[in-house]
């Protein structure tokens, strides 16, 4: 039996969840105004804009919603999403949000997993070096974590891939060649995760940021108090020392590892968000390119929010940050 | 013996008093040495270009002497094209370096000033600074790196300068919680009441006193990530362009030899790549245990 | 007379100092017992080292470079066991014509033994509240859960609302209002006074046989401080508990305390029951305890509106090794008759009367 004050937690999240999506409201905006400013036009992936006649142009700009003004075309792709609808792709013709939803998993699932199994390194590593029992042992795992995240993630990828390939035969894989999805098996699935969770250059800032948060935790008086009762130091720092810390620092950590999905992809022909992104760019396919950049906002604000919600859930004291200095 | 101890006691009374070569351990100096030796690797780069002290320029093909294994004729072997790689990486160094010196400046001074001026003024101006740093903040920084690179086709300065900027919350966000932190304890008042100047209080005592180490931390992290920016850009084929070398276009064009076994081509760069990352690590977490060392301890 | 509960010898607890490239000899052989229902007073000035010493007794000396070395000796049910035994092996001091040269220390190894020692005795036979409640209660945590932690650590007891129950009875006991309510509330809602309660409570709810009270009232307010002295007092009597009562605070000695030990610069230099040292007909005391009890104002000193006589001076560093009696400098009993051997030999503990002892030239 608990009480837990909702209250204050509800206010809390939805104040968070207003302002992230006022901040997603001005990263469209920003995004769209590039869009608009920087060279190139979209209607060259249909027609050579020289030797068509202008007529034809003006159909396919009014088609495409072109000719409109600039902030009158915010508004129109505004209006549409707030009805669901992500507006259709230049090039193909479809649904951005299908398109979008079909690479954006397999990017989220990259960039979770590998988050997972960097926090699976991380963490030992900055608890047994916090504790500093053994100071050469825990300046070895630190030094470790520092070589982990300084091994370029793709040349991580090769080694993988030549010592599952060449070694093992344990599946065609070239990296220039495109790979079927139908060969989408469990370890094609398994390796880039592992491959960008220890490579994505992240560890040694959670690593360092974790040390300190729970070296500082756990010189607190309250652990000595702990200690003094007989009680588990571990049970006592949990919250502070490693919950909030960790939640922290996964928050932080997303953009990073995003850009770092796009590398592997590439890598690992893995069909993801950084190819889409890259072959929107190039076509200048508006709709796709602001659909991918909310999306990945979007997906860094739920960690956000995620974080918000665990701060407030640990910390009594809700609203106030946990961290000190 | 004793003499000399009691001797000893009474004079190292005071911890500033203590020099700072006496203050390092043998740990921080290792780390700051191999930091600086990579610093020092980048610096003789550009004396050796400058002076045309390399034996092999890293452009000339050399079809005769393609795919050599590493001997005493080429250190690191030569490339698909019978380019010295040695020759290739140790200029490859410049393609990060100074751009990389712009994003950190960028990132720091920025951020910096963003940081005091939103932590100084709450209220309004706080509340602008806040939503123009999230907003940089909510979109990943290789989304807009992608988009500049398609769009605009840009050097690598004006990437650097966007990786500089997008780090700017960073930095910010940092500075400003550390001076609120400061403001809680009344710290600022009681520099007021002293007598003692703003400028003095915000450069001298804020700033140095107080933001050091972030600055260092960030600045030696921004390094680090700037190498991991450019090499990945590069790997990708959207930083430098072959011909001109960088560290992440010669392990993407050996990768293909990779495959067939001839590892040395990518393997070369990668460990350059490495060790020049590691060592920007240990550069910073050497400076900083040296200069929080009263903290610490 | 009753058995003694604790027994110290020769307790030395020496942290190294980095900064200062020197042995810190926070507490510098010490020895003291405490018999069963009796209230030891240790007092000091701060930075004297009795804080150091009530938590090297608890093992909480975790800081790498501490050591502990000496015999803390621990009864109960007529067994007696030795707190510090087996810690010298891996952590010695070697000395060299009585300047410390090297301590070496294996800390994991230490740590584990001191760990597996303790094991069965912090929280349950030996408890301990700390100065600054507010931040020794953990803010994370509720107050109902940490005190039915104890309970349920300690007491055998698994269900947690039996815990909750029992908890809440402890809670009324050090006066708490509404105790039931207050089970549910952080820390952070509480008052300085009310989480010094709260600690009290935790502390005693495993029933120990020792209480340590480490500067129970340093860090709250006058009029708190007062209620907590009354609280422990009122407690000391229904519950014939034992108390090590570590203090700066001379009034807190003079309410609480059986037997005084007057600790300066890591040594103890008077050690004695309180009626002996207290008592304004014996003339034979160590200056710092004379200095120490001037520096109590009276009431008819307020009323005239005199200065408060502070100890000229300031505590002596642990790191210098003197070679004389550490109060030396600020002594206003020197004579020209004793001031060379006072400059030249440190005074050994000499007994003066049953039980009082000091560490004194004067004395001879």
Known sequence: MKFILWKPILKLVLREFFIAVFLLLGVSIVIFSILHLAPGDPLHIFINIQTQNPEDVALLKRELGLDRAIPIQYLSWLNKLLHGNFGNSFRTGKPVFGELIKVGVNTLMLTIGSMIVTLLIAIPIAVISSLRRHPVLSWGLTLFAYILSALPVFYLGYIVIYIFTKKFNLFPFLPSGAVSSSKFNLIYFFLPIMVLGVGNGSISEIVRHLKMQLERVLSEDYIKAAKAKGASIWRHSFKEGILIPVTTMVAAKIPFILGGAVVVEQVFNWPGMGRLAWQAALDRDYPVIMGITLFAAVFVHVGRLTQTLVFAFVNPQTGEKGEGD | ?297 | MSEEILKVEDLRTYFYSYTKEAFIRSVDSVSFSIRKGEVLGIVGESGCGKSVAAQSILGLITDGPGIISGNIFLTRNDKTVNLLDGLSDYASIRTKRKAILEISKDISGWLKRSESLMKGIRGKVISMIFQNPKSALNPFITVGDQISESIMLHKGIQAKKEAMAIASKWLERVQIDSPSMRLYDYPHGLSGGMCQRVMIAMALSSEPSLLIADEPTTGLDVTIQTKIVELLKKLREELALTILLITHDMNVIMQLADRIAVMYGGRIVEYGLKKEIMDSNSFIRHPYTIALLNSIPTIGEIKAKERLRAIKGDVPDTITLYRGCRFYERCTLKNDRIKKRCKEAEPEMIEIGTGHYMRCWLAE
């Open chain 2, 1 to 297: 013996m004793r003499a000399r101890y009691i001797q000893r006691a009474a004079e190292v009374s005071e911890f500033s008093q203590i020099p700072i070569w006496k203050r390092a351990n043998k740990k921080d100096i290792i780390q700051i040495g191999f930091g600086l030796l990579v610093v020092l690797f980048v610096l003789s780069s550009y004396i050796t270009s400058v002076l045309h002290l390399l034996t092999y320029d890293p452009l000339e093909i050399n079809l005769k002497e393609i795919m050599q294994p590493p001997d005493y004729k080429h250190i690191l072997g030569t490339d698909f094209m019978g380019r010295d790689i040695l020759s290739r990486i140790i200029v490859g160094s410049q393609a990060y370096f100074m751009p990389g010196i712009l994003a950190i400046f960028i990132a720091i001074s920025f951020g910096t000033i963003a940081g005091l001026v939103s932590a100084y003024n709450s209220g309004r101006t706080d509340a602008v600074f806040s939503y123009i740093l999230d907003l940089i903040d909510s979109i990943p920084k290789m989304v807009i790196i992608l988009l500049a690179i398609a769009f605009f086709k840009p050097g690598i300065f004006f990437i650097m300068l966007i990786v500089g900027i997008t780090n700017i919350p960073t930095v910010a966000s940092l500075i400003k919680s550390k001076v609120i932190f400061l403001k809680k304890r009344n710290f600022i008042e009681a520099a007021k009441a002293l007598g003692l100047k703003t400028t003095d209080i915000i450069f001298k005592h804020i700033l140095w006193y107080n933001c050091k180490s972030i600055v260092i931390i960030q600045a030696t992290l921004g390094m680090a990530e700037v190498i991991l920016i450019e090499t990945s850009l590069s790997y990708l084929g959207f930083g430098v362009q072959e011909p001109a070398p960088s560290w992440g276009n010669m392990v993407a064009s050996g990768g293909d030899y990779f495959f067939r076994g001839d590892f040395y081509l990518s393997t070369a760069p990668a460990a350059a790549i490495l060790i020049s990352i590691l060592g920007f690590y240990l550069l910073g977490d050497g400076l900083n245990n040296l200069l929080e060392w009263r903290r610490k301890r």
